[in-house]
């Protein structure tokens, strides 16, 4: 296990009724703005919530945060708390409004343009917030991560700056969501999971399990949520699989990969694709390609998740690719480019974007542009 230091300073606030707890958890005093995305909230009775909890407080409203936030939408956010000398901000809404509410928190207290924050990586001034998740998901909730979009550019990068100060996740509230929106929250926490196992073997064997437990949780209750969201016992596991799966709490002390969502990430930019759908499309071909280098962990894989005993080491690998596609499949996302209207041309392009900014990714840093492109055509 390699060296690490563990924080997460989020207060996790979980179950029915408690976005009420807004009313003691937001500081008395502070000038509060509430950011959401394109109105689902007054639909499923969460905005209605909040608004009720924080009476009394002085408070500012900001709609429109995007999926995939866009920065040209974020730099108006931004502005808006400027000139209301806002001091506390609060995310209502899924992965999407709380990564762009990250950046706000952030470009309030900046004097350039918060998409230099973006392409610097992040920073750590920034004002307070907090958020009330609707979409389980990315994780967001409880890391320190988001990803900003420009529309100008069709790029798409990751900022790093403060962790909300508390979430409040309530169940009950997904109970609303699409499937498809359900559908990618699965598979994004399911490519969470794997970017942070799939990778050198034997580090911990706590944090194979903790993850597996994940992973196991997922596969046994997506065929349930997809059909009814109604469950709230169901709907809860996958709520706080989504949190956990990104909150770095598996990571410790082991090596991630992250390639995946990179290559993602550019799918995402170029063809506004649902970020959860890129990865069900990408990790498979990624593992086709480099299967011999993760050869180890997808046979522990396989044996510990799909119980896939028999045959040598490559047709366990071959085989635990295989059931983890259909796995994507059976959520009604599709998993080959072809399937999502993409084509050599964009290939080409990742490819030339990788090389352009000199980046590598994966556990061993080699995913480069000619090796994003193997992954690419393996994901046809």
Not at 122 to 150: D, F, Q, R, Y
Not at 186 to 193: E, G, K, L, P, R
Not at 290 to 314: H, P, S
Request: charged share 20%; with cysteine; aromatic share 8%.
């Amino acid at each position: 296990m390699e060296n690490f230091i563990f924080q997460n300073p989020t207060k996790l606030i979980f179950g029915k009724g408690m976005i009420a707890q807004l009313a003691k958890e937001v500081p008395a005093g502070k000038r509060v703005l509430v950011t959401f995305g394109g109105g689902s909230v007054r639909k499923n009775g969460v905005y209605e919530q909040v608004k009720e909890a924080l009476k009394g407080f002085d408070v500012v409203e900001f709609w429109g945060i995007e999926s995939n936030p866009k920065i040209e939408t974020l730099r108006e956010a931004i502005k808006l708390g400027k000139e209301q000398k806002v001091d506390f901000l609060l995310a209502v809404g899924g992965g999407s409004v709380i990564d762009g509410t990250k950046l706000i928190a952030a470009g309030i207290l900046y004097d350039g343009d918060a998409w230099e924050l973006v392409l610097q990586g992040g920073c750590k001034h920034a004002l307070p917030l907090a958020a009330v998740l609707t979409i389980p998901a990315t994780g967001s909730e409880m890391n320190n991560g988001a990803v900003i979009s420009c529309k100008a550019t069709e790029e798409k990068f990751p900022f790093y700056s403060n962790n909300p100060v508390f979430s409040i996740l309530d169940p009950t509230v997904t109970f609303t969501l699409p499937k498809w929106q359900v559908a990618c929250g699965i598979a994004d926490t399911f490519v969470h999971v794997m970017e942070q196992y799939m990778t050198t073997p034997g580090q911990s064997r706590l944090m194979d399990r903790w993850a597996e437990g994940i992973i196991h949780s997922l596969i046994e209750i997506a065929p349930d949520i997809i059909e009814n969201q109604h469950d709230y016992d169901r709907m809860a596991d996958f709520m706080l699989c989504a949190t956990m799966g990104l909150n770095h709490f598996i990571g410790m002390g082991v090596c991630e990969d992250w390639a995946t969502h990179m290559i993602g990430h550019e799918l995402t930019a170029l063809h506004g694709l649902t970020h959860g759908a890129t990865l069900a499309i990408v990790m498979p071909g990624l593992w086709r390609t480099l299967k011999a280098e993760k050869m180890a962990k997808l046979v522990q894989f396989g044996e510990r998740i799909w119980g896939i005993t028999e045959g040598d080491d490559n047709a366990r690998a071959d085989l635990a690719i295989e059931k983890t596609e259909a796995f994507f499949r059976s959520l009604g996302l599709p998993t080959r480019l072809g399937e999502a209207g993409i084509g050599e041309e964009t290939i080409l392009e990742i490819e030339r974007r990788f090389n352009a900014r000199k980046v590598a990714f994966g556990e061993n840093q080699n995913v480069t542009g000619a090796v994003a492109r193997q992954i690419l055509e393996n994901c046809k």
